[in-house]
């Protein structure tokens, strides 16, 4: 998939203001400080179509970006450790929650983990609980040009043991590096076939 356009759309708290669902979704999301919005910056090719920050928890809205005038990359809050209130981590994750369960349109969720950590269990309730909704999901390790081969093989593997523990069948997993641009275009050819599939 080329990537000829890609527009901010709208930025809010409140999902029934999110655009009309008559255009595909791709939703992603991670704990805090994964490396969000450096990875969505990289699948776009724009330097700053997605705000980076080092404080955790910089992204607090539900963002939407057109892209190509065909589908959407919805940019999520993360759960987990971020330097904002008790009150406001709840705030997110009923957001969270009345985006997954009013988005007809939302053809997979993007679900980002550090490449550097062991399974977290954050991670793993995350993930399970969007199983039980019956939420299509992918994985995607962030980060890998930080550690060697082995240390990625080697976290791919716990990853996959933990969830074998209650997954019949394993997601689609990514293996990525917003900096060496790593993963970029098997993550655009799930998606371009994804949207063909629907069509």
């Known amino acids: 998939m080329d990537i000829r356009q890609a527009e901010f759309v709208v930025s809010n708290t409140d999902v029934s203001k999110c655009p009309q669902t008559d255009k595909p979704e791709f939703a992603f999301i991670g704990r805090s400080n994964v490396g969000k ?3 969505i910056n990289m699948l776009t090719a724009r330097k700053d179509l997605a705000k980076t920050s080092s404080t955790p928890g910089k992204t607090q809205t539900i963002n939407h970006f057109f892209i190509n005038k065909a589908w959407y990359l919805v940019d999520l809050p993360g759960y987990g450790y971020a330097q904002v209130s008790k009150n406001s981590r ?3 994750s ?7 369960k009013n988005r007809d349109n939302l053809y997979c969720t993007f ?4 490449s550097r950590l062991e399974p977290q269990a954050s991670d793993i309730s995350f993930i399970n609980r969007l199983g039980k909704m019956g939420i299509p999901i ?5 980060k890998t040009d930080k550690m060697k081969q082995s240390e990625q093989a080697k976290t791919r593997n716990q990853l996959e043991l933990e969830l074998l523990k209650t997954w019949e069948e394993l997601p689609p997993i990514f293996v990525t590096s917003a900096e060496k641009k790593t993963g970029r275009n098997p993550m655009l050819n799930f998606i371009e076939t994804a949207l063909n599939a629907k069509r």
């Open 94 to 100: 009923h957001m969270i929650d009345q985006y997954f």
């Open 111 to 114: 679900i980002l983990i550090d």
């Open 90 to 92: 709840e705030g997110w």
């Open 37 to 39: 919005s450096s990875l």
């Open 138 to 142: 992918a994985l995607v390790l962030t």
